[in-house]
């Protein structure tokens, strides 16, 4: 313990009698009269059924939350009346709304909570026995399912780090985090049970991608984090799903990674739409996000060096025969690029242009030297 109360309750007279009083029958009623807002709220689509959205109306709103939103920094949820000066300073670091909030932030949550699966039932694990692979190329999705899990693990650790530092009247973000958090953890279960259940295990732990991860953890400011993670890294990951789909080696995979990609898809569609927030209600921060992916981009591109480099290739390629290495390196070639396209995209839609023109990556396109002429990936 290290919070203690100011108070030994068994030993307060003021306590006692108060408590004798109220089992006597002498009860206050004062809080009778404390109620705040009432307000008629309907689900908008009965089908969808009662939402935040439904519920965003007059003091219980996020719309009409100011900037800095004065009042208990305390668990009293928006709304409720509260007596401020008793209330208990849970010392929140994420006070202002442009530190947390994002358009959209209340459907991402309901979304969330609405398309949650089950990564032990929801994927036909009997079938991975009758599906017919190499050896080598069994070996090859191990290692990928082996970096996944490494990136699902902080990736969990990442939302729960910061969901308790916002200030309680941003609690859709910080719902719709711990949905991250959950969704984060089952990535790791489905690519760790797919590692096993393949029959090879895990491969290898990979320092270039732990070395990234530690950087995510460790940034100064949540949107900072959430630039580097929901926005590039996680972006990088849904493209890698992606690819990963096209390339899997069984229809078992390919339902894993149709699965994976619909909660990665919300993670990294929030991040664009905090960024998009904090560009237009704190454009002064511009500096700092640059500064963050600076160093963001560095690490991203030592992953472009690294036995899961040449695990895709191996995958995409089929074996690791000449001629299959060839066209495992030209498709993989083509997943980089669109990384680097679909990162760019991301900025610009967050209202962040003018990084793609200092961006790291912008040298790395120019150094690919790889044809990706013949290769296709799914739009
Ligand atoms: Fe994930
Ligand atoms: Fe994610």
Redesign the pocket.
């Known amino acids: 313990m290290s919070y203690y109360g100011s108070t030994e309750y068994m030993h307060n007279s003021d306590f006692i009698l108060a408590m004798k009083d109220i089992r006597k029958g002498n009860l206050d009623l004062g809080w009778l009269d404390k109620g705040a807002e009432q307000i008629e709220v309907n689900a908008d689509n009965p089908k969808r059924g009662l939402t935040y959205l439904d519920l965003n109306k007059g003091s219980y709103g996020y719309d009409e939350l100011p900037e800095v939103p004065r009042g208990p920094r305390s668990a009293a949820p928006r709304g409720a009346a509260y007596d401020v000066d008793h209330q208990a300073d849970m010392s929140p670091e994420l006070n202002r709304k442009s530190d947390v909030w994002a358009y959209k932030v209340a459907s991402f949550y309901e979304e969330a909570m609405s398309r949650q699966w089950d990564a032990s039932t929801d994927v036909p694990w009997a079938d991975l026995d009758h599906c017919e692979r190499s050896e080598e190329v069994e070996i090859a999705f191990a290692q990928l399912c082996t970096f996944f899990t490494e990136v ?1 693990m902080i ?1 969990t650790d990442l939302p729960a780090k910061w969901a308790w530092r916002m200030n309680n009247q941003f609690h859709e973000v910080k719902g719709f985090i711990a949905t ?1 958090a959950i ?2 953890a089952r ?1 790791a279960e489905v690519f760790r049970k797919r590692a096993l259940a393949g029959g090879v295990g895990l491969m290898e732990a990979m320092p270039q991608a732990e070395h990234s991860l530690k950087a995510i953890l460790e940034t100064d400011t949540y949107s900072e984090a959430s630039a580097f ?2 926005l590039l890294a ?1 972006g990088n ?2 493209t890698m799903f992606r690819f990963s789909e096209f390339i899997s080696p069984t229809p078992v995979d390919k339902r894993m990674f149709q699965l ?1 990609m619909q ?2 898809a ?3 569609s929030y991040g664009l739409q905090h960024l998009k927030w904090v560009l237009d209600k704190t454009p002064e921060r511009k500096p700092q996000l640059h500064a963050a992916l600076d160093e963001a981009e560095n690490f991203s591109i030592s992953q472009f060096d690294s036995a899961l480099f040449e695990a895709m290739i191996v995958l995409a390629g089929k074996g690791t025969k000449p001629d299959q290495i060839k066209r495992g390196i030209e498709i993989v070639g083509t997943l980089q690029i669109k990384q680097i396209e679909e990162y760019f995209q991301r900025l610009r839609r967050s209202g962040f242009e003018e990084r793609i023109a200092v961006s790291k990556f912008r040298d790395l396109l120019a150094m690919m030297t790889l044809s990706g002429k013949d290769a296709e990936l799914p739009v």
């Open positions: 699902e990736a991250q969704d984060e990535h993670m929901h996680e990951i849904l994976v909660d990665e919300r993670h990294v």
